[in-house]
Nanobody, 115 residues
Framework: QVQLVESGGGLVQPGGSLRLSCAAS????????MNWYRQAPGNQRELVAT???????NYADSVKGRFTISRDNTKNTVYLQMDSLKPEDTAVYYC?????????WGQGTQVTVSS
C-alpha cells in the first residue's frame, strides 16, 4: 500500500528556514517524479517543486533560488528545504506523485510564516 507522510512544518519568522520531509512507503521515490504542492486558504493547490527520476529538478518561479528539493534514496524520503521564507509562503504543503492516471497525496503539513 502506498503511503506518503509529510513532516517538518511549523511556525517560522520571515526570513527563516524550514525543511519538510516526505517519507514514502509502497514505492521507491527514485523511480518517480516526486512533487511538492502547496495550498493557501482560498487558493488553488499549486506545484512548488519537482524532482524527476533522473535527479533533475524544477521549481515554480515564486520559489526559485529559495527552495531546494532533494531526495535520499536510502531513506526513501523526499525533502523540501525552504530558505528566506516569506509570509506568502504560508500554506499547507503536500507531497505527491502520479502513477499512470492516479495521483497519490500525503496528508499535508502546515507552514506558517509570520512575525
Amino acid at each position: 500500500q502506498v503511503q506518503l507522510v509529510e513532516s517538518g512544518g511549523g511556525l517560522v519568522q520571515p526570513g527563516g528556514s524550514l525543511r519538510l520531509s516526505c517519507a514514502a512507503s509502497g514505492i521507491l521515490v527514485s523511480r518517480y517524479a516526486m512533487n511538492w504542492y502547496r495550498q493557501a486558504p482560498g487558493n488553488q493547490r499549486e506545484l512548488v517543486a519537482t524532482i524527476n527520476s533522473d535527479g533533475s529538478t524544477n521549481y515554480a518561479d515564486s520559489v526559485k533560488g529559495r527552495f531546494t528539493i532533494s531526495r535520499d534514496n536510502t531513506k526513501n524520503t523526499v525533502y523540501l528545504q525552504m530558505d528566506s521564507l516569506k509570509p506568502e509562503d504560508t500554506a499547507v504543503y503536500y507531497c505527491n506523485f502520479r502513477r499512470s492516471t492516479t495521483n497519490f497525496w500525503g496528508q499535508g503539513t502546515q507552514v506558517t510564516v509570520s512575525s
